[in-house]
């Protein structure tokens, strides 16, 4: 990959940290969650910068480990009852409000793009409609927490909605990345990902943007379901 300009790097980096600092206050600063959260940056951060993950002809591919342990954390909150019971302890305001950091997600995501570090299948230009999920999450926030003009129906369905968004990006930008298995994007493959510190977007900043439609699904599901 050609060398980058030093804002695009600056400000994604400031990005992955207001997700991480948003959804720390989204747990009412648990001190494991932000332990856990930069144990994850620092190892993550040190394996991009060694250029493990630029290695793409390996089988099983190496950008497995990238996204893996994370969707593991995950798995692991919805499947024991400790994990379900600090799900439902998140903040559900403050998961909504996370999601506005895929503002600033998406334009470094083109300026990658115009630096032929990604597909242009990945910004807003391309396949990637995820902007409209950051666009929104004010509004949702606004009128769903504080007129509270909006229902749980209706904050349930804006998180379904965000939550397609978000799985169509994601499928596209894997089957971008040059590996055995990639799909998409020969001419101009998704590269930049593979690099510190855009490694973190799918081993840190993407998971946690995931984790919390799903928390916050089940949040309201289960709302739903007592008012029932």
């Known amino acids: 990959m050609t060398p980058l300009p030093v ?4 400000v994604f ?5 207001l997700t991480v600092f948003i959804f720390y206050k989204a747990t009412r600063n648990s001190t494991i969650t932000i332990i856990v959260l930069l144990i994850l940056l620092v190892i993550q951060s ?7 993950y630029t290695t793409t002809d390996t089988v099983p591919p190496r950008f497995l480990l990238l996204i ?6 995950i798995i692991i909150l919805f499947l024991t009852n400790w994990g379900k019971a600090y799900l439902d302890s998140l903040d559900l305001k403050t998961l909504t409000i996370l999601h506005s950091i895929r503002v600033p997600v998406e334009i470094v995501l083109l300026w990658l793009f115009i630096h032929k570090a990604i ?4 910004t807003f230009e391309g396949r990637n409609f995820d902007i409209l999920s950051g666009l929104t999450s004010p509004f949702i926030y606004y009128f769903g927490f504080v007129k509270k003009k909006l229902n749980s129906v209706a904050i349930l369905a804006w998180n379904f909605i965000c939550l397609a968004l978000l799985i169509n990006i994601v499928a596209n930008a894997i089957l971008s990345v040059p590996t055995t298995f990639q799909k998409f994007a020969f001419d101009q493959p998704n590269v930049g990902i593979l690099y510190f510190p855009f490694n973190l977007l799918p081993a840190c900043v993407v998971p946690l943007v995931l984790l919390s ?5 089940r949040q309201l ?3 739903t379901k007592n008012r029932i």
């Open 13 to 17: 980096i400031l990005t992955t940290i």
């Open 46 to 52: 040190l394996i991009g910068l060694s250029g493990f």
């Open 221 to 223: 599901l289960n709302k």
């Open 7 to 10: 804002y695009i790097a600056v």
């Open 213 to 217: 439609h799903l928390a916050a699904i």
């Open 119 to 122: 597909p242009e299948l990945m």
């Open 68 to 73: 893996g342990p994370s969707l593991l954390l």
